[in-house]
DNA sequence: TCATAAGATAACCTCCAGTTATGATAAACA
DNA sequence: TGTTTATCATAACTGGAGGTTATCTTATGA
């Protein structure tokens, strides 16, 4: 059968109104264009839909039957639009960013704030973990966008996108205090007691890969689990520390630690988004991007 | 929203196959004229429901979402398009007729034959109860036809249709042989012991109201309910019974029964078919009531 | 008996859903 | 690395489906 789909509108409401002159109206059609319309339907499925009164129309048996089954359909068509049109608007969604806490804390909210507030009606998901983790949950299409620290091996069905660059440095506290004016080396700062973030993040890995290009292994008194340990336990001299210089600017700005300056320079990194390439990111996911990569905000 | 539901015809083949070329294919229309379909849907809902790709197209999130509703509908029209050609062409359906016992053996069975055989998969409903019981349950919308004894009082929302002759008949068994080529008046047959069916059925409302205009009121010796036991006791001699010539030909062509000579001439009666004006009858219904009316088959 | 309110029919017209032809380009392949 | 293939987009055109207006028919009811 080839019936055009139209005929079903059309139907619905001369069904519903039970008179083909209101239903014209509704359509804002005229109402032979109907008769004949229905006529055609009625032909094309090969039996009566209507009994023609002087009052109006009334469905048939079959024509009831009919009409309880084209009624669902269009519901089914009208919820099909809203919920689109709702998507597209962000009046309802989800979106699931995975990051880790320092990600978050330090680069991410301030994005999620302007897009909680232009979009209030999204629900924000957000995973912590590994990046590695994260990455391999956004290839199972469980999240919508990573934000992760690079340099990472690149994974041909992933799409990275560089945000910022982002700049190391090592750090100590009021007790070392008289290192802050020297140009240290690696090589010297080794013989100080360490305090850096453990095996498995990609910042150690990172500082590691860039210790072994100059023939360093460092030995840190203290491997800790996360970031904001490292700050604190630099802070109150436990040694020397190793962290990002645009996530402790409050800590430097208020001299509770102080930047070292080093003779081999720490190259730049870069924090980026990660979309699958195969799970077509859905319109709140490209939202979100958009607000990260127009609006630096620090 | 106003948009041709033509469209999401073709959206659904497009979304099912992930390809325009195939889906031009399977409906049957030029590439180009999807494409541009395609295009101006997206236009007119707002927001892009598919990413073109060289490999063919993929729905965006929002179009898996809008996609899954408008399966959805298809699947319902789908449906409406196959309950009605099946109930046109009488493939499914029920038919719920009233009737007495008494007419549906000696009247309708061999209707009923024939539309089970033309009609296999229709199923029969058959209610037994007076034609009173059954009227109102045709009023209700309970019962799709009603076949009765007439005359009937009115009913100006009920269609009747007179089907078919009757005539109501004295008969004798053996013991009473000796009447059989008298000719009788109704005051001396009230005299006999008499065998009619109880007040309450149509029969034997007929019968007293014929009775009434000669002036006789007959005092029956056996009220039976139902005109099998009415044939059976009077063919065992009980006395005079009053029955419809048309029921019992069997019973006179085997001599079981006589048929009495009478004075008073009986009136005919008429055997009716009766459906809801307000209801309109189904298919099937009105290819019963053409079966009956075509085809006499006594 | 006239006015009204439906639907059907007829004749005509217009716009848009379709056409063909062609272009662009990524993917597959030789 | 060039060539072929598969796919969607665009442009210009066209015919007929789906619309129009005008008129007819016929129950209903004031």
């Given at each position: 059968?080839?019936?055009s789909?139209?005929?079903?509108?059309?139907?619905?409401?001369?069904?519903?109104?039970?008179?083909?002159?209101?239903?014209?109206?509704?359509?804002?059609?005229?109402?032979?264009?109907?008769s004949?319309?229905?006529k055609?339907?009625?032909?094309?499925?090969?039996?009566?839909?209507?009994?023609?009164?002087?009052?109006?129309?009334?469905?048939?048996?079959?024509g009831?039957?009919?009409?309880?089954?084209?009624?669902?359909?269009?519901?089914y068509?009208?919820?099909?639009?809203?919920?689109?049109?709702?998507?597209?608007?962000?009046?309802?969604?989800?979106?699931?960013i995975?990051?880790s806490?320092?990600?978050?804390?330090?680069?991410?909210?301030p994005?999620?704030?302007?897009?909680?507030?232009?979009y209030p009606?999204?629900?924000?998901e957000?995973?912590?973990?590994m990046?590695?983790?994260?990455?391999?949950?956004?290839?199972?299409?469980?999240?919508?966008?990573?934000?992760?620290?690079?340099?990472?091996?690149?994974?041909n069905?992933?799409?990275?996108?560089?945000?910022?660059?982002i700049?190391?440095?090592?750090?100590?506290?009021?007790?070392y205090k008289?290192l802050?004016?020297?140009?240290?080396?690696?090589?010297?700062?080794a013989?100080?007691?360490?305090?850096?973030?453990a095996?498995?993040?990609t910042t150690?890995?990172?500082?590691?890969?860039f210790?072994?290009?100059?023939?360093?292994v460092?030995?840190?008194?203290?491997?800790?689990?996360g970031f904001?340990?490292?700050?604190?336990?630099?802070?109150?001299?436990?040694?020397?520390?190793?962290?990002?210089?645009?996530?402790?600017?409050d800590?430097?700005?208020?001299?509770?630690?102080?930047?070292?300056?080093?003779?081999?320079?720490?190259?730049?990194?870069?924090?980026g988004?990660?979309?699958?390439?195969?799970?077509?990111?859905?319109?709140?996911?490209?939202?979100?991007?958009?607000?990260?990569?127009?609006?630096?905000?620090?």
């Amino acid at each position: 059968m080839n019936i055009s789909f139209e005929y079903y509108r059309i139907f619905y409401v001369v069904a519903k109104t039970g008179n083909i002159t209101k239903a014209a109206d509704e359509l804002m059609i005229s109402q032979p264009a109907i008769s004949k319309c229905i006529k055609i339907l009625e032909e094309q499925l090969g039996g009566q839909l209507f009994i023609r009164t002087k009052r109006g129309v009334v469905l048939t048996e079959e024509g009831k039957e009919f009409y309880r089954y084209i009624k669902q359909a269009i519901e089914y068509i009208n919820n099909a639009e809203s919920k689109f049109s709702e998507m597209i608007h962000l009046e309802t969604g989800t979106i699931r960013i995975g990051s880790s806490t320092t990600l978050t804390k330090k680069f991410l909210i301030p994005y999620l704030e302007i897009f909680h507030k232009r979009y209030p009606h999204i629900k924000i998901e957000i995973e912590t973990h590994m990046s590695g983790v994260l990455l391999s949950r956004l290839r199972q299409g469980l999240l919508d966008v990573v934000i992760l620290n690079l340099p990472y091996h690149d994974e041909n069905d992933i799409e990275l996108i560089k945000v910022k660059d982002i700049h190391d440095c090592f750090i100590v506290g009021d007790a070392y205090k008289e290192l802050v004016n020297k140009k240290l080396t690696l090589e010297e700062i080794a013989k100080y007691p360490l305090v850096f973030q453990a095996h498995g993040s990609t910042t150690r890995r990172f500082l590691d890969e860039f210790a072994k290009t100059h023939d360093i292994v460092f030995k840190p008194d203290l491997d800790l689990a996360g970031f904001t340990l490292v700050t604190e336990f630099t802070q109150i001299g436990f040694g020397i520390g190793y962290a990002t210089e645009e996530y402790i600017q409050d800590e430097l700005n208020s001299k509770k630690l102080y930047k070292l300056d080093i003779v081999e320079e720490i190259p730049k990194r870069e924090i980026g988004i990660a979309y699958s390439k195969r799970n077509i990111p859905s319109f709140c996911t490209k939202k979100l991007i958009e607000i990260i990569l127009n609006k630096q905000v620090f």
